[in-house]
């Protein structure tokens, strides 16, 4: 029951039932000195070196499904196609719908992908599945890919945050989780405010008075753990050794050190606004910003709402995919933009278009991806893929892959080794690099 | 009763095995055939048996003791007033009669109302009048099948009172969430991996146990009303990685089948009952029909306390050993099957056994265990390599819940001659039923522990920079501490009486040199420094945890 | 014509959604302008749905706007074109970009020389019908939504006499015109048309949809919804509010909760005594009401949302293209 975890050398594949339970049993208890009680089988020397390449993801989460036919796989002169026309690009052969015409210009970078069929087609299961890259289970909290990259990519004691999630609208808006990696890894979780809460001092505390306080905590906090130590106050001093350094942080959030020609680059819109602030915290290391445009389910409406909400997405993933590249930065950034669904072909009476799951498109852009690939197909119709498909997992799968941190990495949690990806997922090798 | 001889066999064995040395302890309280001082005996038999190579640590200290007696059992750190009388005690039994007066104490009532809350729904949601009817269900002293039963059947039990009825109302709309937390809570068993398959690595549980539970909440139904219901017909349905399709039986986690007898209601009526439990379910006024004479939860209630395998026990009395140690008896909470055994496995069957001897009086099992030895022992020190945890040769560091917290928060940052606790006000339960409303807001920011867990940044961030904390908790009135400590004006004297206050101790010498330091070097700035001194005393692991 | 008798006498059903509609003189065909970028002529006299499409250069993308004088007739389409059709022929005869956004709506003045054109390049052009020269182009309307999206351009109405021309928006403003000299004459503002969640959902929905001026040219109807609580759907009520054209005040406003979506378009009964609304969400409406105090006279409920109208003077034949299908009512009165 109370072997050490070094004592073995750990082979999934070897693994048997008996010692999966024993690990278990002694995972929980040899809390390793990374804080988390979730045991990783896999080489860390590894994912040290993964940390040190300095990538990271910025993912615009276009929350409420927006529609693939307004955005990658128009099917105009279709009865399913709507009122737009399909744009060329600046790919040979590669047409998107003129509601964006910005990114057709610069598809260099993306791979675009037309082939998720993700059957989920319910906003709340669909968003979890979207969120973590597996169907749910109640009895394991599984963390959601922002969570995974912080670990994967951040480093434990980390000055800058190494989760950020923007989520404005209130509609559909989820604090994101990470699950059985602990509240080391929960989001810092911006709604109203962009300025983190809680991340300035107080007027009535001196800087001064402020540090040395916190150094007398850490006395006071070593006087006790010389006597008894134990890894969770580790934990708990690294939450505290984190928040000056955090507090440094806060310019991160502050657009307007940025030259008025940038601001104007991404426009005045609030996803524009909330973009550039996800550039500047990559920019300074933050493995994983997320910012949700909500909301995109269009039930009644559809191309008004595709018009107005298109118009920003185009507009402000070209101003990030140009800013990142301009810097630099692009080669060791991916950009993800993906919603939990898309939208059905059919029209419906209200010219909306309902929920769909069954074949719709996403797309992935900079680091580690193979630009200028369009990946997968559906029909004429765009009811059904016929080539190609990919399930979240699979999606994920390409997404670790891209980063350079392993699919096939498992945690240890509770009486299960979890694959980062889900089981059977593949990446998709055709669009990474 | 399988159970009860193999206890029996067990307890012989025991008692004729385990040495005899025991440390001294004081005298019981409770007088009779059975009193909790002597199952405590048991337990601690039982444990030591165990410690061979391990040597046991010694007992915490008296301010340890009192710490952490008080937050398991009235749910916050005890006051100054509280330390000093225990302090000054010179009764032999004084832990025993500690123990005692925590238990029949006001705070203990709304402690395990939280601690039952935390369990049962808090993770779900906050819900008033549930926590409302958990709290009178404590201080009258109902059971734990009593509540078992309230809870699972309200619309049996007092159709009126919809209180209890938010455990099932809250997970009626996920039959795999009623399924699973059902299986979870009440019988500390995960089936959820066997929904898809048979469990992977654990033999005992097959797709036909996943589903078998399910079919016991698959009628239910909520009204627009907000009533519970059940319906008069409905079978869950799955099918095997085979590919075949089946019915689920009316299956308990033992393998006990009840067999549903004949509806005996023609197609008509059937119809008509089904219709108008959907309207039931859309409409605000609509009625539901009169229940069924089969009640799956009723069924499932019954076979839960009628079985031989003891899960229903089990559960509950590995719960409280965890609550109480930090660690179950089976470990995770949610896995007693039979490849995961105990680490002592005659122990669980003694407190099942006993809880079910004493009508599931919680009351009386977490009052032993807190007489144990082992429960009063210290955390390991840095001596030597640490201990295997599961042995419970030392105690372990729990982090508080949020309750715990800001009721101790309340109180650590209160003047000792404001609050000065149980027995030394004459108003106590009053003022403590008071400090629960006070510190709901705060209690809601914390995250409820669970045994990933660790505490976020975001905390950090709120104790080092909110206004509420700087505010309401750290400002200098006279009822609070800093204002209380700013009249201090010998310096050992002020530092003694915040570590009181706040660690519930004395400082050791280290701390009273940097705390010195830190008041001389500001010396200029006093009141702003005995500020800060207490805020660090605050945010110092030793405050988070119960140890 | 008693509007309470108001009942549908026919229904031709179809795949795509039509948009708009017109009559020939002698109602035995309609052309209905489709989502399937064609224009159709429908035979009248089959009960069931008989058509052809027009033949010729036409559309790319949906059809949403018809206006005929004489044989000649004039579509306009979400492909930013104006086409001219010969309605005896039934083929095209010119087509021509005329805005640089979907093409919203096109009128004839009543005297048959030119048409008005407007789109969600948010300009109002107008053409000289039969040399398609472009004779005026003027706007009164934002191009882009106070929340920085872009707005759109969605009803226009020429007056009876043809002196006045409207022109409506998606944040809710109207302008009227002087149709010789392009003159703003006029303005309205009915904000209560527009929803913009800031909060919720981030984006906007409604607009005024329809515009029309009284038989007396005395009184504009704007017709689009009311607020709406979730903007994923259609979910507010139908809205109308009527302007006095001198005094430049709002003299009516009418907010149907029984009948959610949007007003489409609207006709006034010849001695400006009621008028009727068309439209919907998912499905459809007809509502007639008391042009004076706004009171619901009738309403009946149509299969599939309602885009456009065509009615004779007495509303003897209705004519509506809808999702999905065409209809044909009449306010005749029943024989006893």
Known sequence: MNKKRDDESVNLGLLSRRTALQLAAAGASSLAANMSVVDVLGGEAMADQVRRSGKRVILLWLAGGASQLETWDPKPGRATGGPFAKIRTNLPGVEISELMPKMSTRLGETAIIRSLNTKIADHGTAYELMDTGRVAEPSLKFPHLGALIARELGWLDSQVPDYVTMYTSTEGRREGSAGFLGGRYNPMFLTDSMIPPDIRRLESISDVDHHERSELRRRISDSFTKRFDHPVFDGHNAAYDRVRGLMSSDHLFNIDLEPQSVRDLYGPTQFGQQCLIARRLAEAGVPFVKVARAWWDSHGQNFETHQELCADLDHCMSALLDDLKSRGMLEDTLVITLGEFGRTPKINGSLGRDHFASAWSCTLSGCGIRGGTVYGKTDDDGQTVVDGEMNAGDLFATIFAALGIDPAKEYMVGSRPVPIADFDSTPCREVLA | MRVRVLLFAVTILVVVCSPVGRRSRGGDHVVGIDPPSALARKVDQLIDAQLIDERAAPLASESAFIRRVTLDLAGRIPTVGELTRFRESERLDKRAELVQSLIDSPDFDFHQRNELDLLLLRRIKRDEPWREYLYEAVRDGRTWDQMFREIMMPDVVKPDDLRPAAYLVSRVDSLDTMTNDSSILWFGVNVACAKCHDHPLVDDWKQSHYYGMASFFKRTFRTRKGTLGERFDGRVKYETTGGESRESQFMFLSGATIQEPELGLDDETLKAYQESIKKAEREDNAEAPPAPKFRPREQLVSLALHDDSGFFAKNIANRLWARMFGRGLVHPLDQIHTENPASHPELLELLADDLHRHGYDLKRLLHAIALTDAYARQMSDNSGRPGDPSLFASALPRALTPYQLALSFRIATSSPNDVRGLNLEDDWPKRRSEFERQTESIANRFEIPDEDFQVSVEEALWMSNNAQVQNDYLNAGSNRLVGYLRQIADDEQLIRSACRSILSREPETEEMESIAAYLNDHHERRDDAIGHIVWALLTSPEFRFNH | ????????????????????????????????????????????????????????????????????????????????????????????????????????????????????????????????????????????????????????????????????????????????????????????????????????????????????????????????????GNIDHLGGPSRIEIFDLESGSQVLEIEDNKKQGLVEQIAWQKDGEWILAVGGANNGFLSVFHAGDGKLIHQVDHPGHVHAMWHDEDFLNLHIAAHENMTHWTMREQEV
């Open chain 3, 1 to 228: 014509m008693d509007p309470s008798q108001l009942r549908q006498i026919a229904q031709r059903k179809c795949q795509d959604i039509l948009f708009c509609v017109e009559l020939s003189d002698d109602n035995s065909e309609a052309w209905v302008g489709s989502s399937d970028a064609n224009v159709y002529c429908v035979d009248l006299t089959s009960e069931s749905m008989a058509r052809v499409p027009m033949g010729g250069d036409g559309h790319a993308s949906y059809v949403t706007g018809v206006c005929r004088y004489g044989n000649v007739m004039i579509t306009s389409g979400y492909d930013k074109h104006l086409v001219w059709w010969d309605t005896d022929s039934r083929e095209s005869v010119r087509k021509i970009v005329a805005h640089n956004k979907w093409i919203r709506s096109v009128a004839f003045t009543p005297d048959g020389s030119r048409i008005i054109s407007i789109a969600d390049d948010m300009r109002v052009r107008v053409w000289e019908a039969s040399t398609a020269d472009l004779i005026g182009d003027v706007s009164d309307h934002a191009v882009m939504t106070q929340q920085n999206y872009p707005s759109m351009l969605y009803a226009l109405d020429v007056s009876p006499d043809g002196e006045l021309f409207a022109t409506a928006d998606r944040v809710g403003h109207i302008a009227v015109w002087e149709t010789e000299s392009l003159k703003k004459i006029q303005q309205f503002d009915a904000p209560k048309m527009y929803t913009w969640d800031p909060k919720q959902r981030r984006h906007s929905t409604g607009g005024i949809r329809s515009l029309a001026f009284s038989p007396d040219g005395k009184r504009l109807a704007a017709g689009g919804i009311g607020h709406v």
